[in-house]
């Protein structure tokens, strides 16, 4: 009886940070410091750490893997996979309802004036992450160079499959440092490979379909799959990534409804990742009302499920791996190349807007308000959308 209640507890917590937790993984990490461990104690602050670099090791959303993590360490599976519902289902649900707002008015012919503001400020908030990311994991030569070099090739090879390949590459290079990091005694690993089993049937199986069918849903439910299961760095990462492949390549939605989508993504609570929801319930608006809420669900659970998948999956072998240097080391690379990608991704976003003094502004000031102010991201956009309203 005291588990069921313990459960209950555990899962009515998760429901309270998924609408009050602003600011992305790092500020999530802080929400789950003081709720989850300095409140409830539902684990130390050493296992917290622990199971967050875990997840920074490996693809997926970071904050949304440390949690569900933390939910499978206290109940298993079950109370792991409750625990990623509830944590994603509020902001994929306003995601897949903002998509729908966007669409309604444009199908009208209506234009969104009170959201002109909207992408420059956008690239401010990618412009912020890459400058937060780079103060964070940049501190050698060898990152600064894995930095530019991440920028620069991103801007000019504009395939989704580059960027897995520059952090894997990155995360070599600096794995070759690994006698900088101390030594510890090693443990034999031993890995229960089901759940790899289970990641990597369903990324082949989700691809095989979607080429035999062709139905649109099974290829978003793919994309976004893939997506997941190869970013690494959070949602500011996943961004430039997911501009390359709907907005330029496949054309699905254009660069203003992307950054749109991306600013309102940045300013509710929840794990950034639930941006998928609002480009896969555009991407089917041909489908009516019901086809794009389910295109915004399908790609929900085509991005956070991967990266649940890994996460049981390495969990069980993890205190063994962490005794390798090069797998620690490994990490400096993927961090600088991570930053680097972001900051090209705030020049390539930039571009489709128009090059004026306002746009400049808006871009400028959302930048300067987020590095040297505490006003909250959701805050900033309503400010944003007021000004765009009466101007």
């Known amino acids: 009886m005291y588990q069921q209640v313990r459960y209950y507890t555990f899962l009515k917590d ?20 003081k709720v989850l461990v300095q409140k409830r104690k539902y684990l130390s602050e050493e296992d917290l750490i622990e199971i967050n670099s875990l997840c920074q090791v490996l693809p997926g959303p970071t904050s949304t893997q440390t949690l569900t993590a933390i939910g499978y360490k206290i109940g298993g599976p079950n109370l792991a996979y409750l625990t990623l519902l509830i944590w994603i289902l509020p902001a994929v649900s306003l995601m897949t309802l903002a998509a729908l707002i966007i669409d309604l008015f444009q199908d009208r012919n209506q234009v969104l004036a009170f959201t002109r503001f909207v992408p420059a400020m956008a690239v401010g908030f990618v412009s912020y992450a890459a400058y937060t990311m780079s103060l964070k994991s940049v501190h050698t030569r060898t990152g600064i160079f894995l930095m530019v070099a ?6 000019f090879i504009r395939s989704p499959f580059f960027y897995p ?14 006698k900088s990091q101390p030594k510890e005694e090693k443990i034999p690993i031993k890995i229960a ?12 199986g989700a691809a095989v379909l979607g080429s035999l069918t062709g ?3 099974v290829r978003l439910f793919e994309n976004f799959y893939r997506n997941g299961s190869l970013i690494f760095g959070g949602g500011q990462v996943l961004t430039p990534l997911l501009y390359t492949e709907f907005v330029e390549l496949k054309d699905y939605l254009n660069s203003r409804e992307f950054l749109s989508g991306y600013a309102i993504a940045q300013s509710i609570p929840g794990p950034v990742f ?8 555009l991407s089917m608006r041909d489908a009516g009302l019901l086809g794009q809420v389910a295109g915004g669900f399908i790609s929900a659970a085509g991005i956070f499920l991967p990266g649940t998948f890994l996460i049981f999956f390495v ?7 962490k005794k390798f240097r090069a797998v620690r080391a490994s990490l400096e690379g993927i961090a600088a190349a991570s930053a680097g990608l972001v900051a090209a991704a705030a020049v390539f976003l930039f571009q489709p807007l128009d090059n004026s003094f306002v746009t400049y502004s808006f871009t400028i000031s959302t930048f300067a308000l987020l590095t040297f102010t505490r006003i909250p991201s959701a805050l900033i956009v309503a400010m944003g959308l007021v000004l765009g309203y009466f101007l």
């Open 14 to 33: 998760v429901l309270m940070l998924s609408i009050s937790t602003f600011g992305g993984p790092q500020a999530h990490i802080a929400h789950f410091l």
């Open 150 to 155: 991440a920028a620069v090739l991103s801007y």
């Open 165 to 178: 390949a520059a952090l894997l590459m990155a995360g070599v290079v600096t794995a070759f440092k690994y």
């Open 193 to 204: 490979w089901a759940n790899f089993i289970l990641w990597a049937g369903v990324l082949i």
């Open 215 to 217: 139905n649109l849903l």
């Open 274 to 281: 639930s941006f998928s929801a609002f480009i896969g319930a």
């Open 315 to 321: 969990v069980r072998f993890w205190e063994s791996l």
